[in-house]
Nanobody, 116 residues
Framework: QVQLVESGGGLVQPGGSLRLSCAAS????????MGWYRQAPGKERELVAI???????NYADSVKGRFTISRDNAKNTAYLQMNSLKPEDTAVYYC??????????WGKGSLVTVSS
């Protein structure tokens, strides 16, 4: 079992920045990939960014060049640095972890609101 707890969401003006954190606990040795998804009101959950244990990353086209995912394996924590935020980035952001046996775990989500 893996438990994930997100933090760092909130209200920010367009053009601003936020950093989300995702702290993992439990069977952390089995985590291969960590990532972030988001779900805006009335829309399906979508991939934002993922990072492997080795540090390889992948981003949704909509956030490339603005968001950066990183991972501190010693602290069992993943981060999502979000810059140049837009109103369309408003969503609940979910941390996810994919473990060696193929199971996926989710955090409870952190609301990010981009509004003036």
């Amino acid at each position: 079992q893996v438990q994930l707890v997100e933090s760092g969401g909130g209200l920010v003006q367009p053009g601003g920045s936020l950093r989300l954190s995702c702290a993992a606990s439990g069977s952390i040795f089995s985590i291969n990939i960590m990532g972030w998804y988001r779900q805006a009101p009335g829309k399906e959950r979508e991939l934002v960014a993922i990072i492997t244990r080795g540090g390889s990353t992948n981003y949704a086209d909509s956030v490339k060049g603005r968001f950066t995912i990183s991972r501190d394996n010693a602290k069992n924590t993943a981060y999502l640095q979000m810059n140049s935020l837009k109103p369309e980035d408003t969503a609940v952001y979910y941390c996810t972890a994919l473990v060696a046996n193929g199971a996926r775990y989710w955090g409870k989500g952190s609301l990010v609101t981009v509004s003036s």
